[in-house]
């Protein structure tokens, strides 16, 4: 099943305008991750945070993380035709085996209209 | 460019039929790791390796292996291929596979079974 769920599922706006996409997710977790995925092509990593930041920032890219209520959020500002992608959210549960492995959710489809 | 590169692009071929996909983890990595991107699915983890061992598997079907050879290339064998197998295959690489690594992507190689 999948660890995390991406709200919304699609999202229009202008360009120029901020976009917001939020994950929430169900385990405790070691670290969350954002990828870009533009239609039907690779995974593009945007940003990590850890379980214990609550804030990151890159570029314009802003992602908060809420341990206690299982959710992180991705903003993009000042978002441009070219920001138009998929954009996934994929945790990193805790476990007692050993191993990474990611969890993604269904993703947001963020279109940017020029 | 993520540094991890994959081949073939694409691959076209029938049910019942074996195929090998093959990727180069991005200089100085250890860990490569292996994803299955369907419609019905989405993005799933199958198995993850560091330094030739296996290191976590997730929902890897029997019909399916991996290997990592010591010069740290990784292959995915899938066999007796069934047409639900269609899908966009991705493998990812880190340095240490620990759980506060950054995973890179690589392009893929988008699998169509006729």
């Known amino acids: 099943s999948q660890q995390g769920e991406e709200d919304p599922q699609a999202l229009s706006i202008q360009e120029g305008e901020n976009a917001t996409m939020n994950c929430s997710y169900k385990t405790s977790i070691n670290n969350l991750q954002w990828y870009r995925q533009n239609s039907g092509r690779g995974l593009v990593h945007l940003i990590l945070?850890?379980?214990?930041?609550r804030e990151k920032h890159s570029g314009r890219l802003r992602v908060t993380l809420d341990t206690s209520k299982k959710s992180s959020s991705l903003l993009i500002t000042a978002s441009r035709a070219a920001d138009t992608a998929s954009y996934f959210c994929?945790?990193?549960?805790?476990?007692?085996?050993?191993?990474?492995?990611?969890?993604f959710g269904e993703g947001t489809q963020l279109t940017v209209n020029p | 460019d993520s540094g991890v590169t994959q081949t073939p692009k694409h691959l076209i071929t029938a049910t019942g039929q074996r195929v090998t996909l093959r990727c180069s983890p991005r200089?100085?990595?250890?860990?490569v790791y292996w994803y299955q991107q369907s419609l019905d699915q989405g993005l799933q983890f199958l198995i993850q390796?560091?330094?030739?061992?296996?290191?976590a598997k997730g929902n890897i079907l029997e019909r399916f292996s991996a290997q990592q050879f010591p010069d740290l290339h990784s292959e995915l064998n899938l066999s007796s291929l069934e047409l639900g197998d269609s899908a966009l295959y991705f493998c990812?690489?880190?340095?240490?596979?620990?759980?506060?690594?950054?995973?890179?992507f690589g392009p893929g190689t988008r699998l169509t079974v006729l």
């Open positions: 390796y560091y330094n030739g061992e296996e290191r």
């Open positions: 945070i850890r379980s214990n930041e």
């Open positions: 990812a690489s880190s340095v240490t596979g620990g759980i506060t690594d950054t995973q890179y």
């Open positions: 994929a945790t990193d549960a805790k476990r007692e085996t050993s191993g990474s492995r990611l969890t």
């Open positions: 200089s100085g990595d250890l860990s």
